[in-house]
């Protein structure tokens, strides 16, 4: 970005994509607009954890020592990738192909260095509390990995929408392109018209009370007058419209 004189930019990222692109929002989130993650979570899970580490350790030593070409198969059938094979075959065998063509080292490298290092998504709670940049969640209903952890991430973030996509698994955006664009186009252009809102103050409060009974650590209540970015979205929508209305009678978009 500081290369091609972009000062700030939409960041659409899906899966390790997502995480990336959540992380780049917290460090530096001056410089992006919007923020597109799509299947993000996969190891994040506090129920899965252990499992998906040990998982990562033997799927890294698999892809270093037989290479992607003898396992590309069975990746491309599991659980939350089958999904494609059925929506779109031909697709789905270019999805295998280039797996097969993949780097072993490589993949083992960023399967062992990269996620079985990073932390849950769940670690990152506070963090993603505060950033108010517009986020759209996006995963399938059958993509278990990932739902917990976006059920999460929509009841954390303050500024962030959720699209679940029925029958679909991890690969989204192969499964189901027109949905996935046609949400994407929804979103950024709603960011842009300083119209995306789908988290008014009742709400977001009532979520971050549900979430906070699960997190016994934590016993501040939250006040209304905290809700700051809300009383600038009112202020906006008064602004717009013929007559004052109160933030309770604000209409669910």
């Not at 990738?81 to 270019?94: A, H």
Request: net charge positive.
């Amino acid at each position: 970005m500081n290369g091609l004189g972009v000062d700030h930019a939409h960041v659409v990222g899906l899966s390790m994509g997502a995480y990336a692109a959540l992380q780049f929002g917290l460090r530096h989130p001056q410089r992006v607009s919007a923020i597109v993650a799509a299947a993000a979570g996969s190891g994040s899970s506090p129920s899965g954890r252990h499992a998906w580490l040990r998982e990562t350790s033997i799927l890294a030593r698999a892809f270093a020592e037989r290479g992607p070409a003898t396992i590309a198969e069975k990746i491309a059938t599991s659980a939350a990738r089958i999904q494609l094979k059925y929506k779109d075959p031909k697709r789905w065998q270019e999805f295998t192909k280039q797996l097969h063509h993949q780097s072993g080292q490589g993949l083992s490298n960023t399967v062992i260095r990269c996620q079985a290092l990073r932390p849950s998504l769940h670690d990152l709670r506070d963090q993603l509390a505060t950033m108010i940049t517009p986020v759209l969640l996006i995963v399938g209903d059958e993509d278990a990995a990932c739902l917990e952890t976006n059920l999460m991430l929509k009841a954390t973030l303050p500024n962030a929408g959720l699209w679940i996509s029925p029958n679909t698994g991890h690969t989204i955006n192969l499964e189901e392109p027109a949905a996935f664009n046609a949400h994407l186009e929804t979103f950024l252009g709603a960011v842009e018209r300083r119209s995306w809102r789908r988290s008014y103050a009742m709400a977001r409060i009532a979520s971050r009370r549900l979430s906070l009974e699960h997190r016994p650590e934590i016993s501040t209540p939250i006040h209304i007058g905290q809700e700051r970015s809300d009383n600038n979205v009112i202020a906006l929508n008064k602004a717009n419209r013929p007559t004052d209305i109160s933030p309770s009678e604000v209409p669910p978009r």
